[in-house]
């Protein structure tokens, strides 16, 4: 079964950046769809970003279009999300997920989701 990490959470002041890794299990990280989700206290979970198998385009959420970028490291079987110019906002604890799939776009729909990291912290506060 796949197995996600979620590395590089923390705290960072309104304007600031932060990058956060996701570290899989599987050896060919090509064949699977990947994505980042977030949740903030008192609200549903919301898809961030993602990215289709075989390094198919990526896609983004209205909020974070043009701040986040999310980018993969094949070789180290790693996946990217890069988060600039931080609001509150953006303050929750971000999900790495992941759905075998050897062809396909990606989807930030949780549902489509089956294996998932345990989620970090992202704090967004000066």
């Known amino acids: 079964q796949l197995q996600v990490v979620e590395s590089g959470g923390g705290l960072v002041p309104p304007g600031g950046s932060l990058t956060l890794s996701c570290t899989a299990s599987?050896?060919?990280?090509?064949?699977?769809?990947i994505g980042w989700f977030r949740q903030a206290p008192g609200k549903e979970r919301e898809g961030v970003a993602c990215q289709g198998s075989r390094d198919t385009s990526a896609n983004y959420a209205d909020s974070v279009k043009g701040r986040v970028t999310i980018s993969k490291d094949s070789a180290k079987r790693t996946v990217y999300l890069q988060m600039n110019n931080l609001k509150s906002d953006d303050t929750g604890v971000y999900y790495c997920?992941?759905?075998?799939?050897?062809?396909?776009?990606?989807?930030?729909?949780?549902?489509?989701?089956?294996?998932w990291g345990q989620g970090i912290q992202v704090t967004v506060s000066s």
């Open positions: 599987a050896i060919n990280l090509n064949n699977y769809r």
């Open positions: 997920a992941a759905d075998f799939r050897l062809f396909g776009l990606c989807s930030l729909s949780a549902s489509e989701y089956d294996y």
